[in-house]
């Protein structure tokens, strides 16, 4: 572990116990500030990846996050989110976290400590070659991200590692490997700080410029969002009809009632004067 930057100690906050508290804030500003400038270090990896994952969805495979800790539950957090955001079937992006739903909540002992772990969990989703597997792992060598991957590998499917570590063996298991450095953190090992912010920014670009790419939006509209699961989603919804059929909100919600909710097949069919049942199997 002392070989790997996200565990050394970083010589700004040496003395971070010592500072008031804005001053503390404004050093992990600071630090903050050098994510988004590693993340676009990485940009063509993330471009790759996002190409051959899109390739893989479109011939009917899956995209399935593994991580363990911090890591594992930003997979699970950007595969809850896109159902929601982009109309797709809960079983097209997944994700394993080490120690399984109870390692949201909490730490989970032993559990990513554990390579069988990785393949059997893997196993049980019956990945195949057109499946993507993403490996998450700010130090790039838990023994559970590595097992799954390694098992991702043996079925043909392609592996992608997120790492914030040069040269681990995550990085050495996957096809494809982002690796955004964000240095020490203000907290010796605290990679739930700048390693984790980075992972999640790379995340957020996997996943949706990959739905970008595969139709699921309107220019920059979410139209396959699902307003029927909260009134906050529903109100977007009806924005998102107005904005893109150039109606008054009120018109917007009488379209949107006539296609069940739909926001793409309310706009196709006002915009091409056609029934919802039309403008459904033209969206489609």
């Not at 107005?242 to 296609?259: C, F, G, I, T, Y």
């Amino acid at each position: 572990m002392s070989q790997l930057i996200t565990e050394e100690r970083n010589p700004a906050s040496t003395d971070i116990d010592k500072l008031a508290t804005l001053q503390i804030c404004q050093l992990m500003n600071r630090e903050d500030a050098q994510i988004a400038r590693a993340v676009a270090k990485e940009l063509p990896h993330v471009a790759a990846a996002v190409d051959r994952i899109v390739e893989r969805l479109q011939r009917g495979g899956r995209l399935i996050y593994v991580g363990a800790g911090t890591s594992g539950r930003l997979g699970m957090l950007d595969a809850a989110e896109c159902p929601a955001t982009f109309g797709t079937p809960p079983m097209l992006v997944q994700a394993l976290i080490a120690g399984g739903e109870a390692a949201l909540r909490g730490p989970v002992a032993g559990a990513e400590d554990s390579e069988e772990a990785g393949h059997v969990d893997l196993a049980l989703l019956a990945v195949t070659a057109l499946d993507a597997v993403v490996g998450l792992s700010a130090a790039g060598n838990t023994l559970y991200v590595l097992g799954a991957l390694a098992e991702a590998a043996t079925r043909e499917a392609l592996t992608v590692a997120v790492t914030c570590n040069p040269n681990t063996p995550l990085e050495a298991l996957a096809e494809i490997a982002i690796v955004p450095i964000v240095g020490p953190e203000v907290i010796a090992g605290c990679t739930r700080l700048k390693a984790a912010t980075a992972q999640k920014m790379v995340l957020d670009m996997i996943s949706t410029a990959t739905m970008v790419r595969l139709g699921k939006t309107l220019g920059n509209l979410m139209v396959d969002l699902q307003p029927a699961l909260s009134a906050e989603l529903r109100q977007r919804a009806v924005h998102i009809v107005a904005e893109a059929a150039q109606v008054p909100e009120a018109k917007a919600e009488r379209l949107l009632d006539a296609a069940n909710g739909e926001a793409r097949t309310a706009i196709v069919a006002h915009q091409a004067g056609i029934s919802p049942e039309e403008a459904r199997q033209r969206g489609a």
